[in-house]
């Protein structure tokens, strides 16, 4: 089985801290629908026979979109593609751009999860993120999904802002605990130097991140997520048993997924492709580039996404995908991380623990070949 990523690139404002594709104007708006359905025709052959378990709106702002804007774009997906029954259909959304009636006509389509970008319940944090909603209206959002009884929502919120002290950030995890919802998605406030943030903080503007600060919010939120029954089964995911996010294990996991509009990417097991990060040129006539996956490229990848996860690293799959030098590599350069108590292993599988996590960059990049 295999996933459909849209990326839906228009923002009514680009946030300072955001290294994603997106464009605040949204005068192409028609044609870009045109293009991304015609898109999603002609490389309907990309996935194969493989059955689609996930689509996911992502951007960019999908709850921009009009529900009946939404209702074409999946009508086209399933005239195109084989589509599994239980399927799971994600809309990002930020608080600023839904309303309970938009939410209530989402939810009648089809839309079946929420990730909401809420980043912090204090407005102090959101005025440094320049974020348009403030935390009234997102708690109001919170409970407009909860009214129209939404079974799968997924709060974002981001740590490390130099606004966040550790006991706002204590005071975030208990509100978002509070709403019931079963998954969130924390992220370490990484800036990038050619974004807003990273300009004003090159500047002397604004204040910059505290790595200490961040391990320290990292900290809390492990302890107090676990404490909460949550399984910490990606770096930056938190989930109740039976509550993961579908689409995003599918690129943990390394399944193949088809990514469709401005700068989206796709994966066939083999090869990688990224469609042109322009809403223009996509729309006068949309193309990509490819890569080709050499065995290193794959097993580098495998370790990479695998290590991020609550499964980690199965052994019996690089020994049946890539071969005993492989084996002998990565258990000899894994025997430091398990002495460090970084990383563990449990059979077959080499995972690493919470403290180990804060690491997982450095140590893919020291298996990789």
């Known amino acids: 089985m295999a996933g459909l990523y849209l990326h839906i690139p228009f923002c009514k404002s680009k946030c300072a801290y955001c290294n994603f594709f997106s464009v605040v104007s949204e005068k192409q708006r028609a044609d870009f629908l045109d293009a991304l359905k015609r898109e999603a025709v002609n490389r309907n052959h990309y996935l194969g026979d493989d059955e689609i378990k996930t689509i996911y709106f992502g951007g960019g702002t999908p709850s921009i979109l009009t529900p009946s804007e939404i209702v074409d774009i999946l009508n086209v997906l399933k005239q195109n593609y084989k589509i599994i029954d239980k399927l799971e259909v994600t809309l990002e959304a930020n608080p600023d751009t839904v309303s309970k009636q938009s939410l209530s006509e989402y939810k009648s389509l089809g839309i079946n999860r929420l990730s909401i970008g809420i980043q912090s319940f204090f407005d102090d944090d959101l005025q440094y993120l320049s974020r348009k909603h403030d935390s009234k209206h997102a708690m109001q959002v919170l409970d407009w999904a909860k009214q129209i009884d939404f079974q799968e929502v997924t709060i974002d919120l981001i740590y490390g802002?130099?606004?966040?002290?550790?006991?706002?950030?204590?005071?975030?995890?208990?509100?978002?605990?509070?709403?019931?919802?079963?998954?969130?998605?924390?992220?370490?406030l990484t800036i990038e130097e050619k974004t807003t943030l990273g300009q004003r903080i090159n500047k002397g503007v604004a204040a910059p991140v505290s790595e200490e600060a961040t391990i320290r919010h990292y900290e809390i939120l492990t302890e107090m997520v676990k404490n909460q029954g949550f399984e910490h089964y990606e770096i930056s995911n938190f989930a109740r048993p039976g509550h993961y996010s579908k689409h995003n294990t599918i690129y943990w996991k390394g399944e193949k997924y088809l990514g469709l509009g401005p700068s989206a990417h796709s994966f066939d097991g083999v090869s990688r492709q990224w469609n042109v990060a322009s809403v223009k040129d996509y729309c006068d006539n949309y193309s990509f580039e490819r890569e080709e996956l050499t065995l290193n490229d794959r097993y580098n990848e495998y370790v990479m996404t695998s290590l991020r996860t609550i499964w980690g690293c199965d052994l019996s799959y690089i020994q049946a995908n890539f071969g005993d030098k492989?084996?002998?590599?990565f258990k000899n350069l894994t025997k430091k991380h398990i002495l460090d108590e970084k990383m563990y292993q449990k059979d077959e599988f080499f995972i690493l623990n919470d403290y180990g996590m804060l690491f997982a960059d450095g140590i893919a990049a020291e298996l990789f070949l």
């Open 161 to 188: 802002i130099p606004t966040l002290t550790d006991e706002k950030w204590r005071k975030n995890l208990e509100y978002f605990f509070a709403t019931g919802f079963n998954h969130l998605s924390a992220y370490a």
């Open 326 to 329: 492989y084996v002998k590599r």
